[in-house]
Nanobody, 119 residues
């Protein structure tokens, strides 16, 4: 049974930082690209960023470039989302997801973790 479990969310003031973690189990983690998504109240789910299964390439939505960084530790089956210079508009539930190798289709999803940025 595949599980993706996010943690690290919380309440932070604007300008602050948080690091989200996503621990994976039940899958060959090294064979999966990992993505981060978010969904704010009343809005569609939005792609935040992705890291390749090798971990050599990342890409991000424009609104978080230069502020967010995705990394992975394959020995720990964990992917991270470091979020700096947080803004109120970053408030959302953040989800991690797994896509096999270079596939664009995310097969597995976590349950999400709430991030709230106060102004």
């Amino acid at each position: 049974q595949v599980q993706l479990v996010e943690s690290g969310g919380g309440l932070v003031q604007a300008g602050g930082s948080l690091r989200l973690s996503c621990a994976a189990s039940g899958l060959s983690f090294r064979s999966y690209a990992m993505g981060w998504f978010r969904q704010a109240p009343g809005k569609e789910r939005e792609f935040v960023g992705r890291i390749t299964w090798i971990g050599d390439i990342t890409n991000y939505v424009d609104s978080v470039k230069g502020r967010f960084t995705i990394s992975r530790d394959n020995a720990k089956n964990t992917v991270y989302l470091q979020m700096n210079s947080l803004k109120p508009e970053d408030t959302a539930v953040y989800y991690c997801a797994a896509a096999r190798m270079s596939s664009a289709r995310y097969e597995f999803w976590g349950q999400g973790t709430q991030v709230t940025v106060s102004s």
